[in-house]
Nanobody, 123 residues
Framework: QLVESGGGLVQPGGSLRLSCTAPGFARDYFGIGWFRQAPGKEREWVSSISNSGVTNTGYAVHVKGRLTISRDIAKSTVELQMNDLKPEDTGVYYC?????????????????WGQGTQVAVSS
């Protein structure tokens, strides 16, 4: 129900654009968040966006200024533009849906998850 795409291998300083296709969730006032999980580490919050109306966004401190989250209600997608990528950005990126439409960092607030897309930043 949530499908991520756009991952791949990129050199440091490069860019990727991740997409989360979420038919039904975009129209049903669900907030959408992006999380990532590096090998051997816990899943961590990256960014979130609320549904339409007054759109609220949030970013983790370590990505602020490099990542931009946006949503296209008509296409039922949420995208994450990632610029100036660093090796520490490597991991599996997941999108998730929050039925309470929060812009939260806690994975427990998200009830629905995609399968993830791999991002590798390496020279």
């Amino acid at each position: 129900q949530l499908v991520e795409s756009g991952g791949g291998l990129v050199q440091p300083g490069g860019s990727l654009r991740l997409s989360c296709t979420a038919p039904g969730f975009a129209r049903d006032y669900f907030g959408i968040g992006w999380f990532r999980q590096a090998p051997g580490k816990e899943r961590e919050w990256v960014s979130s966006i609320s549904n339409s109306g007054v759109t609220n966004t949030g970013y983790a401190v370590h990505v602020k200024g490099r990542l931009t989250i946006s949503r296209d209600i008509a296409k039922s997608t949420v995208e994450l533009q990632m610029n100036d990528l660093k090796p520490e950005d490597t991991g599996v990126y997941y999108c998730a849906a929050d039925p309470m439409n929060r812009v939260g960092w806690d994975p427990g607030e998200y009830d629905y998850w995609g399968q993830g897309t791999q991002v590798a930043v390496s020279s």
